[in-house]
């Protein structure tokens, strides 16, 4: 039987869409290929009982994408089409130089970081993320399909944001899909809560995604396009072009909008505040019910800030590698030069300033009084440079599985059809049966049965989270 292959595209002038989309038929098997067009995408594949089942799926699937506006196209004829990205260019400081401990050169401009305790996290525009430990030793790296946009906690999980549109958990020895967006959203920015997914695109809007991947709403504040959006317990905060929304968490219902002087590039919050940089050289301190308290004035536009705990400090990155930091009242303490390019995003963690930059570095930043009042005399520490061990092994996103027995350590989960979608439920003791489980949508099989590590309670409550590795049972 010959194979079948029908190749589409989605290509819009004035819109952000430019993909294209490819089945193939061969036999019993339907090989599904997507992508940027220009690039080689992912493949999924799915075998069938009969070669008829097999192309009434296939057919299923085009027609779907033809209702979307794809249309039948030949491979090749539309080029490739830059994705949207931040501006990387970054002009030189001609402050002195900050006190860098160490630093570390991924490979490629990076905009996600992400420090705690134990561990600084680096994710570049390659789709390669690293982790260091606070000494500057790499001990991990992880391969994702595209590149990296964001790093974010949700707890004890841990997600990257990917220009591929999808959601990476990291919590586990490789990266599995966590999250699928919406393939008409372009994302800026991402944020986590308890499960509860927000992402900012580039035509200024604002959706919401459960636990199950399901969109619960979706909202367009006043500005074109947003790279900040933050989330908690009571709200989503949009940074866009025109300033700052607030969103009830529930319905989408806006709360307060704030307009800012200039465009939102980068945004922070803390329990009270939250905090946006922009354009227009200021940093914004808003307090979460819509009261301006304190804006920061910086000498260039602003693409990352973020603050010691409660905002006593406020530190702010400009597009000229210079980093600020001011107190609380919004009183310039001081400014220095990165060294390493501008601050794409920051965290400050225990007296130490960390930045990932235009140049592809992690820089640890000793932000100490005592160390900052030696570098604004030029008295600076030996900056170690920290490169990659050798054959340090690559985890690679993926939907492979180890396997395991009822008799290993775990909690037991089973997949099982509800209506047309597939749905996770414990089963083991002690659990709640009707209440569901988050669980990576790639892997779930109906009727195959898992053992995860730790099965936990969402602190809203109503469905559980899978934690740690996953393994099939047999």
């Known amino acids: 039987m010959a194979q079948e292959k029908t190749y589409l595209e989605l290509s819009e002038t004035e819109g952000v869409s430019h993909k294209f989309y490819e089945v193939t038929v061969d036999g019993t098997t339907v090989s599904i290929r997507y992508g940027r067009i220009g690039d080689r995408g992912q493949t999924q594949v799915k075998t069938y009982p009969t070669p008829e089942k097999a192309r009434a799926e296939a057919t299923k699937k085009i027609n779907q994408k033809l209702k979307k506006g794809y249309e039948k196209a030949i491979m090749g004829v539309r080029k490739k089409r ?70 974010v906690a949700d707890g004890n999980w841990l997600y990257a944001g990917c220009d591929d549109g999808r959601v990476y958990d990291l919590t586990g020895k490789i990266p599995r899909v966590a999250y699928t967006i919406a393939e008409d959203v372009d994302i800026f920015w991402l944020d986590i809560s308890d499960g509860i997914l927000g992402v900012s695109d580039a035509n200024g809007n604002i959706i919401t995604v459960n636990h199950e991947e399901e969109s619960q ?17 009571i709200g989503v905060y949009h940074g866009h072009s025109k300033g700052m929304t607030m969103y009830d968490w529930e319905d989408g219902q806006k709360i307060w909008d704030k307009p800012t002087k200039g465009e939102v590039l980068f945004g922070w919050q803390e329990e009270t505040n939250v905090y946006a940089g922009t354009s227009e ?43 600020y930091c001011f107190n609380e009242k919004g009183d310039r303490l001081w400014k220095l030069a990165t060294g390493c390019g501008s601050a794409f995003s920051m965290q400050f963690w225990q007296d130490k300033l960390y930045i990932v930059t235009t140049d592809g570095s992690l820089a640890c930043i000793d932000a100490s009084e005592t160390a900052i009042q030696a570098a604004q005399t030029g008295s600076l520490p030996q900056t170690v440079n920290v490169g990659i061990p050798e054959n340090l092994p690559v985890a690679v996103a993926s939907n492979n599985l180890e396997t395991a027995t009822e008799s290993d350590r775990g909690v037991i989960v089973e997949c099982f059809k509800e209506g047309n979608k597939l749905r996770i439920r414990v089963v083991s003791p002690g659990y709640d049966r009707n209440w569901k489980v988050q669980f990576p949508r790639d892997i779930r099989k109906e009727g195959a049965r898992y053992l995860v590590d730790e099965v936990r309670e969402s602190s809203r409550g109503g469905f559980y989270r899978a934690f740690g590795e996953i393994r099939q049972l047999v």
């Open 82 to 151: 830059p994705i949207t990205r931040r501006s990387i260019s970054s002009q030189a400081s001609t402050s002195r130089q900050a006190p860098v401990i160490w630093k570390f050169a991924s490979g490629s401009p990076a905009f996600g970081i992400f420090v705690n305790n134990t561990q600084c996290w680096i994710g570049n525009q390659k789709g390669l993320i690293f982790a260091l430990d606070r000494q500057g030793k790499v001990h991990n790296q992880y391969k994702l399909p595209d590149g990296v946009k964001c790093i």
């Open 281 to 323: 050289n200021l940093v914004y301190s808003i307090s979460k019910k819509g009261e301006v308290n304190t804006i920061y004035k910086c000498d260039a536009p602003i693409y990352s800030c973020a603050t010691a705990e409660d905002g006593e400090y406020v530190f702010a990155g400009d597009n000229c590698s210079s980093i």
């Open 217 to 233: 709403w979706r909202g367009t504040s006043r500005g074109e396009y947003g790279w900040m959006v933050r989330c908690d317990e």
